[in-house]
């Protein structure tokens, strides 16, 4: 390519017959408003609107998508704009953007390579393919687009079409910026935050003390005890609904969920405070906590995004250099219907409970996920999560998923991305996926186009409403 | 859609080169009789012969395929007809008719949508989309022509064009129905019992002990023994055989089979009568069960069917209110080449002894199944089952397992259903599933088009007939 | 198909816009040289460069891809030329060609197929379709070709345009074959020695003792003792450099690598030689072992292969009779992240340290391989193995893998095979899937085909070159 032009039909189908069907699907939501349910993106970044610093540490340095494959091709995380251990990198900007631009080639093929064109093309106008070459152009096309208003976070959330963005917040966070946005006359958008609690289940975690002591301090309850622990999340999931969030999120290696009596779980969390807990406490402790999450859950109505099986800073040394999120946080196999089996006993039916389940282990859609979806009222499939966010596996997930569960026990899209310049090129490229899937429903006669223009619709739109409560 | 017409080309591909192949494929078989090995159909349905009572209890109740999704979309079971704890269900016919109907939506891009629709156009006659509007119209035509002699099971079953229908039955069950349908001169069918012995494995089920006394009535053989239990067993298979039996049904949560020497058997047996078996004496007993039914099997030459890895009654609390059945039995992990090892080392090259492996995990499918039926002579690959019985899942499966093992070592379709009026439906699919699959090898010149025309109808009629020994 | 004629665009696309871009991409690489950094051909073969004896000797008797189907179909292997016990087979190589030629339906839709297809077609000059009635026609034919001068391995070599040919070779091996090949004037090929040490990692196995006692004349050094061991190893490995070897080989069933402490790790080698090693002794020194084998090669910059997930002999009978790779190596589930983490701890960032991963379990590319090359610099993605060495595998090989790694992570295709004959076919096989994988991409607007081009031509030559370091 000697120009970056993204094709107007990319990702639907080649056969004439269905390309033509995927197109009109497409277009039905091509100019969709985007709701994003689940993400990174960090609402001070809307409320102080202030300019991006440079296209670097705009769309490369934060970006582990990015960074861990320049990693896998021998590029220092260093060299890219990472901390090493606290120490800040030397590399400028347009360094960090020229290793990019010379690599591009190695994202051939790859969702990264995908939503950039998108995002260059469309949010920054370049026409250049990326290279050695064309990196110091590119880069000051950026920076100058980067330094006028129309280029600044709410400008940009604007253009984006972004009408419901969900963040993600530690519970003892206040939450003022979500107020100040919601309170500010000028900004129109809904930004809700979401409740993450990861850090308040593992007493095993050299965190977990300070996060007692950061919640009991946003709580004003003393954390020193189980009872008190479950009672700050309590006041702090009240606190979040008061400012919008109509979900939690968590984390968690095994999603296993085991409740444990009140004694015992009081045990623990002071064997854990004296540092005498073993770690089959740990383990228990934690099935506790996910199992009192979805307990909560089911009392508040806060949506229960699941996303387990993910080995966190699986190098080590990688991890005590350049901290976490760094490109190896690596899949595990995964598997649901065994470890969620009590939680569903006790809530699956429940009529204000509602869980999400995400997944990096494809394997579980057909085999799982779409059964448990195609049975509790509660279960939805999330959509392909992080390392399968992409074209082929959105494809493989709607085929494995549909036949169990169908399409309105689905999530909707997920964009669960840091990267906020990249958010309309993601949720285009799974409104163009869905129009292929659905296209090739139509074009074998399994599915009426006018049946599936609601479906893609509904995609798009009414599903992400319902499921999260929009 | 305004009306409901399944198109000639369902399923069949959308690229035109492929399509024009696969139409002559499916042109082949597509009037072929149907041989049904494996299903639930009850032998009593066809020797009574009463018209069926209505539309709702002829297709949606006893379904759970139907009813499981309309349970996720939150609509109760008991509102479907089932009975809970016993009492029977107050909702009317055509309430639940209109339930199902104004949920058809929910149902798109699934098999059971697909199965419907040609069972409602082709055996019912219907023209009119399922709707909350069109229900009651919907449901009168049905009625009416279930009130007709026409649509009595005898005469569907001629109409189906059903040459061997397979019921699955207890080791006690005189099969008093299948003895009379076979001397009734006015019935030309074959109707085969299947030996399932499940219930007779885990002496740590409640049901194990009322099902030694049942057996022991029906053999005549005391079974307060294990060499009484494995007599009685070893007299019921000999009694099936002279009843047309062909092959047996076994399903086990995991299936590893490992032989216990008969003292240490017998040790077991006793105390799970005392009562004092523990559960890994449950586990080992269940282990040699399994080993011995394959034992059996090699001896006498009934085919050994192995349905593996489903978790039965996930939602305890629906177990217990609705009973087995009803939806919430949900896969587990898959694995075969561990578990088989030593069955297959005494049993894999034994001419008589024939294994047919099921699966709900498509994992095992290239990885297990594939390979192991690419050497054991005595080992099929059985069709796609259950959550997999899908268009879309079928052409992963042919994908699979063709390359390690061909076409020849499968098992050919098996509907595997309680839904009598489903079965043209479901061969249908199959059938022009298998169509794609191989219009797609001859479009890209892997099979010339002619050995592709005989093995579509090996896959329908050779192949089902051989490995089944019907 | 009345005649045997290999379809010019076989396995590429049937639509027709894809196909013609996949008939150009195809064009860059269908001539390329081939470069085999993984197989099993003996170097003795090309030294001593006599005819190949029968045409059955040559393709049928020793191909474990062929004789276990025709096993599966019920042929006994002593019927295919295989010593049975050590008592050579009294089956002719007519014999045994007629029964491969009327099994010829049964490999219909599978690799080994298309394989000889393109093998009888392009190196025999075979037209007939191969049949009970063909066999000896073509048997002959073959037969005539192989007493030509044209048809002995030096000359196929030449004509196969093979650059580079790795073998696979036990560290005691002197590697006088491939010493005197290099040495040969008159041979052109570049004919590499493969490092592989299976048999010295299990203390366990019947076969440690002997493989201690031939390294240590080998290396002439004493290997009573696990240092010995391991300084007889890295002799060996230093020997095998000098002949031009640049990768090893391992094969284990789980891939786990832990470290042991010296003293530890001698006290498992002397209880093993003495006989009185426990089974977590062996599992504990295999998995040091392993470890130690990433260490050196981390060291001296062999490749180091893995190949995992292997249960080898799965049928003992059929292994006292007919011995290894008879066809029984059967897939178990196979994992990464989790087992390689310690080993990729320390060597995983390592500059001179390099790792490929193949795998038999398919699941794991898109969850695990896929996701470990796309962080660590040293891993990179193994073509699809053994049971998924096919053209439908391959491309769901690169749709899983591509998405996390791209393709400059991945390995180039690999033969493995020790079908000398086969060699073209396969590497043939590969670059159409590639262009057919490729092809799909440009036709959904992914990748321009300018880029295309340039990625196959590294896939077939750039790619294995730097990967193997050729």
């Known amino acids: ?20 069907i995927a197109r009109r699907l497409y277009g039905e939501v091509a100019g969709a408003p985007i709701l994003s349910p689940h993400g990174h993106v960090d609402a001070t970044l809307l409320l102080e609107n202030a300019a991006f610093r440079d296209p670097a540490e705009l769309l490369i340095t934060p970006d ?29 900007g347009s360094d960090i953007w020229r290793r990019f631009a010379s690599h591009w080639h190695h994202f051939a093929g790859t969702p990264v ?20 070459d064309t990196a110091d152009s590119i880069y000051a096309q950026i920076a100058a687009k980067l330094a006028q208003p129309g280029w600044r976070p709410r400008a940009l959330f604007e253009r984006f079409n972004i009408e419901v963005l969900a963040t993600t917040d530690d519970p003892a966070d206040s939450l003022d910026a979500h107020r100040a946005l919601a309170e500010d006359p000028t900004f129109h958008g ?25 919640i009991a301090e946003a709580a004003d309850i003393d954390t020193g005890t189980y009872a008190g622990l479950i009672a700050a999340l309590r006041n702090r999931r009240a606190h979040f609904i008061t400012h919008g969030a109509t979900a939690t999120d968590t984390g968690v290696l095994e999603p ?7 004694a015992e779980a009081e045990r623990i969390h002071a064997a854990a405070l004296a540092g005498t807990a073993t770690e089959a406490d740990a383990v228990a402790y934690r099935r506790n906590m996910l199992y009192r999450y979805a307990e909560m859950a ?14 966190r800073g699986h190098h080590t040394p990688t991890l005590e250099r350049f901290g976490p999120d760094t490109g190896h946080d690596l899949p595990d196999q995964g598997s649901f219907t065994r470890p969620l089996r009590r939680m569903l006993q006790d809530f699956g039916t429940n009529d204000t409970f509602r869980l999400v389940l995400f997944t990096v282990d494809e394997t579980v859609f057909s085999r799982e ?11 939805y499939a999330g959509a392909p999560w992080w390392f399968i966010d992409t074209p082929a596996a959105i494809a493989r997930y709607r085929s494995a998923v549909t036949d169990s569960a169908g399409f309105a026990k689905t999530s909707g899209f997920i964009d669960d991305t840091r990267a906020f310049c990249s958010i309309p090129a993601r949720h285009d490229m799974s409104r163009r996926a869905d129009a292929a899937f659905l296209a090739g429903l139509v074009a074998t006669h399994q599915l009426g186009e ?21």
Chains 1, 2, 3 share one sequence.
């Open 190 to 214: 809904r930004v809700l935050p979401t409740f993450r609690a990861d850090r308040y289940m593992d007493p095993s975690a050299p965190a977990w003390r300070g996060a007692l002591t950061a």
């Open 256 to 262: 296993t969920a085991e409740p444990l009596p009140l």
């Open 113 to 132: 390579r995908y939503w950039f064109e998108t995002e260059l093309h469309d949010v920054f106008g370049i026409t250049e393919v990326p290279s050695a």
């Open 369 to 379: 996920i779409g059964p448990l979806a195609g049975f509790y009222p509660s279960v």
């Open 64 to 92: 582990h998508y990015v960074t861990r494959l320049l990693h896998a091709h021998g590029v220092a995380l260093g060299d890219l704009g990472l901390a090493d251990r606290g120490v800040a990198s030397t590399a400028s």
């Open 1 to 20: 390519m000697t120009q970056l032009t993204p094709h107007p039909d990319r990702l639907l189908p080649a056969d004439p017959t269905t390309l033509a």
């Open 298 to 311: 089911a009392e508040d109505g806060l949506v229960m995004q699941l996303h387990p099986g993910v080995i």
């Open 450 to 470: 006018d049946e599936a223009a609601v479906l893609i619709r509904d995609l798009t739109d009414r599903i992400p409403r319902e499921v999260f409560r929009l």
